[in-house]
């Protein structure tokens, strides 16, 4: 992860709902967050490729950490955003991508994250029809994902995926004002 000033603070939230690329992309319009670096985290194989993760064979699922000043935007807005980003109803499914890999998790970084995470769940749930199937669980090790994924939405605006998958989730995150427009 690249460094900001010594002086900012600096909070982490490792958190997967689906495709890195799409939550990246969310994330990264947020104020107050610094950095979102997509990667890997949740399994058991060491240092995954992204061709083994979409196999569905490392445990791993597709998340994002985020770094954000928590005096510009806190760890409940994050996690009310992450809420809002994706269907936290589906088991192992985000759309068309379906595994394991694309579960609903929250990978917290110490217990004051964990009872956080918990509750915004249960407050969350009243958006919901279905129950909420979103893992909750310590973060035991992050692994950044290989170069040519991070800032993928950013870099490669017109592939078909960005095109006909992310924006229109963005347009609608703006129109609901959960995240400012682009």
């Given at each position: ?22 939550l990246e992309a969310v994330f990264e319009r947020i104020p107050g967050v610094h950095e979102v670096v ?23 699922a597709e998340v994002c950490q985020v770094q954000f000043d928590p005096e510009a935007v806190s760890y ?40 956080t995470a918990e509750a915004s769940r249960d407050q969350a749930a009243a958006d919901w029809q279905q ?52």
């Amino acid at each position: 992860m690249s460094g900001k000033l010594a002086t900012e603070p600096k909070t982490l939230a490792t958190i997967g709902g689906g495709c890195f690329w799409c939550l990246e992309a969310v994330f990264e319009r947020i104020p107050g967050v610094h950095e979102v670096v997509s990667g890997y985290a949740g399994g058991t194989t060491e240092n995954p490729t992204y061709r083994e993760v979409c196999e569905g064979s490392t445990g791993h699922a597709e998340v994002c950490q985020v770094q954000f000043d928590p005096e510009a935007v806190s760890y409940e807005k994050i996690l009310e955003v992450f809420w809002r980003a994706h269907d936290p109803t589906t088991l192992n499914r985000q759309g068309n991508d379906v595994g394991t890999q694309y579960r609903s998790i929250i990978l917290t970084h110490n217990e004051n994250q964990r009872a956080t995470a918990e509750a915004s769940r249960d407050q969350a749930a009243a958006d919901w029809q279905q129950p909420i199937v979103t893992e909750i669980k310590h973060l035991e090790i992050f692994h950044p994902a290989e170069k040519h994924h991070q800032d993928y939405f950013r870099n490669h605006p017109g592939v078909p995926y960005c095109a006909f998958v992310i924006q229109p989730k963005l347009d609608h995150l703006a129109a609901e004002g959960t995240v400012p427009e682009s």
